[in-house]
């Protein structure tokens, strides 16, 4: 079998060598998704059988459906993280705000950076980035692969709940013939989708289909019906009986309509607002329009927080940023 990332062949053999003897901290974003779990439950128990000292460290808790992609891998939250000198490896993170103000703090230069999203500038010394990859999973199990390195049957799991859940259930513009090359071998390496896909998919609760309810009622339609945008208020996981885990997913109603380009999902809780943007066509570029509130991510997937501003203010300033991007992109295929 051909190398699958020939391009990080030999920076990732001189990685592995430079991590010899080292305290390892494995590093995961805020609101922790399955790409996110996946990639640091599957680094450090790949880590591990290299006999090397590895804990996972989280600034939030796992979420209830992907204990199963987490099995016996112990996660700390940062409280629980050991004092002494660790060399931090944060995955999925497209940047260290995202995991939290502590943890930049505690580790201002990162050893490795490890990721697949277009708004990552490189910030660690040791950073493996490939925006054409369709998760950060991929990315590692590619890697993994290519230097014959021992993946445990639930590594492989995690692998594959990663890629599964940033692709869409392999539904997304970013899955690729490499995809399923990689599925395969995870699924030789001891990956059962059947069981991942049980658990992610049917398990919800009584009170996640509540908060749907109420996210359907929301919607409403804009730039001449090609943007739907559902909210959610503030109190309404005390509501339910929910949290905020349980919005995953929740924005793909939104994108899914006939004839809408682009789904949004907005949040607000705390005092805070919370936005998440979908799109069918990478050409409408959502990182950029969540760059303009300071936030990033991919082309057809991206998210942003903001404080300090009214919801209907928001919107209102959103929706704006979403018709000059629609209106520039239909400008590009109008005169191609």
Request: proline share 4%.
């Amino acid at each position: 079998m051909d190398l699958i990332y020939p391009e990080f062949y030999d920076r990732f053999a001189a990685f592995l060598r430079a991590l010899e003897g080292r305290k390892i901290v494995v590093i995961a974003h805020a609101r922790p998704d399955g790409d996110c779990i996946g990639s640091q439950v599957a680094l450090s128990r790949v880590l591990k059988t290299l006999n090397l000292d590895v804990i996972c460290a989280n600034p939030d808790p796992v979420p209830r459906r992907l204990a199963f992609a987490v099995g016996d891998t112990p996660i700390v939250r940062f409280d629980g993280l050991p004092a002494g000198d660790y060399t931090a490896i944060y995955v999925d993170c497209a940047d260290q705000v995202r995991a939290g103000d502590r943890f930049k703090a505690r580790f201002p230069t990162p050893f490795a950076n490890i990721d697949h999203h277009l708004s990552n500038i490189g910030y660690a010394e040791h950073n493996f980035i490939d925006v054409g990859s369709a998760a950060t999973a991929e990315i590692l199990a590619g890697l993994f692969i290519d230097h014959h390195l021992v993946i445990d049957a639930q590594a492989a799991q995690a692998l594959y709940t990663g890629i599964a859940t940033d692709t869409g259930q392999f539904r997304f513009h970013s899955t690729s013939r490499r995809t399923f090359l990689i599925v395969a071998e995870l699924m030789a390496r001891g990956a059962q989708p059947a069981a991942a896909a049980a658990e992610l998919y049917e398990r919800e609760t009584a009170g996640k289909l509540q908060l749907l309810q109420r996210f359907l009622a929301s919607f409403r339609h804009e730039c001449d019906g090609r943007v739907c945008i559902g909210t959610l208020p503030e109190g309404i996981y005390q509501e339910t009986g929910t949290s905020a885990e349980d919005t995953e997913g929740l924005v793909d109603y939104a994108r899914s309509i006939d004839g809408v380009e682009i789904g949004v999902l907005i949040e607000q809780n705390a005092g805070a607002i919370k936005a998440s943007l979908r799109a069918k066509d990478p050409a409408y570029r959502v990182d950029q329009v969540a760059g303009r509130f300071n936030g990033g991510g991919h082309a057809c997937a991206a998210g942003l927080n903001v404080k300090n501003i009214t919801i209907a203010d928001f919107q209102a300033q959103l929706v704006a940023a979403l018709a000059e991007q629609i209106a520039a992109v239909d400008a590009v295929k109008k005169s191609s």
